[in-house]
């Protein structure tokens, strides 16, 4: 019985140890409805609706809120946007960008989605971050209002990847 | 020797069987202030103060944007918390979730009663499967002599998993 218990704890001992001297790679995904973003161009409101946002008059940028957990810094972000791309001149974009504390040292990455589609489309990107760099942002250009209806933005992922031990 | 290699492979077996074992659901709760809500009512402002998100003029209509870890949700649940000063209009708000491409939207919407001074809270709630993009649309009163009808704040409450 006993060499029976100190095999059990031998084991929970090894178990333990392996996962926390492995440096791991974990990611965190982030779902956005595109509703939550709101227009940054001057005198030009976005257009909401169960499709997301989309401009109406004429073409808009709108900006995203991000709220990422703190405690460490990702080394890079998968941005994935999904939508609908009604302009034969203009495409919905997306452009996460990172910066130092101050604002500086910019680093970005944009997806595209192809224009004039009546399907839904989505577009990726990839945004590798130097160590520290991790203030970001998300800038998204709607196209105007066509005769094939609003390009909307519906949904955001982006996901951080950290390297981390194990929580 | 046979045994000890037996009972540590019992152990490895009993170790990883057990997280599988516990299964079910957990909730998580999310504070959203009304002062994270902005106006989406063409050439109209909200005003914001200490007590959230009001309107001025005329009645308007807010967005609060919602960012969330993407987990195994089954269901939301808003706790909308304001003041209604208005005899003829009250402060509602719409909880729904779109899947990727903004189809299978499922709704719910909080309202709280008309022309009331005391803080007051509604609740809703809506399924979720893989609709799990989630937006928050809010109607605010026009103000009235008994002041401002203001969205304080939602609760959010995320089930996760089933």
Known sequence: MKKTTLTFIQAAIFLAAHQASAL???????????????????????????????????????????????????HSINLLIRGYDRSSIDNVSCRISSTNNDGQNEISATASMTDNSQAYLAAST??????????????????????????????INLTAWYYSYPH | ??????????????????????????????????????????????????????AIGTALDVTCPIVLPDQNYSNAEISVNGYNRSSTDGISCRISGTNYDGGN????????????????VASASVSLSNNRWLSLKCHLPAYTALGYSHLHSIQLKMKVGY
Do not use: R
């Open chain 2, 1 to 54: 020797m046979k045994k000890t290699i037996l009972t540590f492979t019992l152990s490895m077996v009993c170790l990883a069987a057990y997280p599988a074992a516990v299964q079910g659901y957990y909730y998580n709760t999310y504070l959203i202030h009304g002062n994270g809500c902005f106006s989406i009512t063409s050439g109209e402002e909200a005003h914001y103060s200490l007590w959230g998100a009001g």
């Open chain 1, 24 to 74: 791991e790679e974990y990611s965190v995904n982030y779902l956005i409805h595109g509703n939550s973003c709101f227009s940054t161009t001057s005198g030009e409101e976005a257009h909401y609706a169960q499709w997301g946002a989309g401009a109406v008059g004429t073409a808009l940028d709108v900006t995203c809120p991000l709220m990422l957990q703190s405690d460490q810094s990702p």
């Open chain 1, 126 to 155: 990839t945004l590798s971050i130097p160590g520290g760099f991790d203030n970001l942002s998300l800038k998204c250009h709607l196209p105007a209002y066509t005769a094939s209806g609003y390009s909307h933005l519906n949904s």
């Open chain 2, 105 to 120: 939207e499922a709704s719910g919407t909080a309202t709280l009663s008309v022309n009331q001074q005391p803080l007051q």
